[in-house]
């Protein structure tokens, strides 16, 4: 286990924290499990952690309310795990110093593919997760591809059908896997003239880019829709069973 980024699994459930510590140890981490917020804390008080799983929902008290505890001695990345998709606006929308979140039910391949893309973008762990991810060389071409020039994407080697903004709109998506757009700005970034296209709604476009995709990939539902917040692109890695 040595050399292993460590990662702290705060969750009370024991058969989910199970599945999580079974799959980040696959995946060529050095997991560690407390069932309580306390517990936690006590646990990074001790050591060293690459990143932490905090649930949301915990016997002693909040996920939130114990990231907070966590950011004021420490800038570990946080994940999240959260039971209710309600609970996502205060993921999303307050300072609460996590890094990403997960709504459970999630498979342990979305929660290591999050779990490395996190390290990845914070810079943590780096070599370690780099040799990790030797596997990655089995992975085949990446999910989605852009063509510029003749204006194309394609979805797991299959080439969708779009029209100029369907194109520029999902391009703006595929950019950023995972992050967030709220529609206002989804609407300047794929339109020359936001105001001159109001009838051309966001939404309108990503029911039929829905539909393209799944023209391609029939099980495929790569974007995700965040109530009251916008659409994001799953992150590769995350998508399908
Ligand atoms: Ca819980």
Not at 135 to 151: F, G, N
Not at 192 to 200: K, M, T
Request: hydrophobic share 40%; net charge neutral; proline share 6%.
């Amino acid at each position: 286990m040595e050399g292993r980024p460590r990662i702290l699994v705060i969750e009370d459930e024991p058969a989910i924290a199970d599945t999580l510590l079974y799959a980040l140890k696959t995946e060529g981490f050095a997991p560690e499990w407390s069932a309580t917020g306390r517990e936690g804390l006590a646990a990074l008080e001790k050591g060293k952690f690459a990143l932490v799983v905090l649930d949301v929902g915990l016997p002693d008290g909040s996920g939130f309310d114990f990231c907070k505890t966590i950011r004021r001695r420490s800038n570990v990345p946080v994940l999240f795990l959260t039971a209710r998709n309600s609970e996502l606006d205060r993921v999303l929308g307050l300072e609460l110093g996590g890094d990403d979140y997960l709504v459970k039910p999630f498979s342990p391949r979305e929660l290591t593919a999050r779990v490395k893309a996190v390290l990845r973008r914070t810079g943590t762990a780096g070599a370690a997760v780099a040799a990790s991810n030797a596997s990655a060389s089995l992975a085949p071409e990446p999910e989605w591809q852009v063509d510029d020039e003749r204006c194309r994407i394609s979805f797991r080697g299959r080439a969708l059908e779009l029209t100029r903004y369907e194109f520029r709109l999902l391009r703006v998506l595929v950019a950023r896997p995972g992050r967030v757009f709220t529609r206002e700005q989804l609407m300047s970034a794929a339109w020359e003239e936001p105001e001159a296209s109001l009838d051309r709604t966001v939404d309108a476009h990503i029911k039929t880019l829905r539909a393209k995709v799944r023209a391609v990939v029939p099980d495929a539902d790569p974007i995700q829709t965040h109530r009251g917040l916008g659409y994001s692109l799953r992150e590769a890695g995350a998508a399908g069973p």
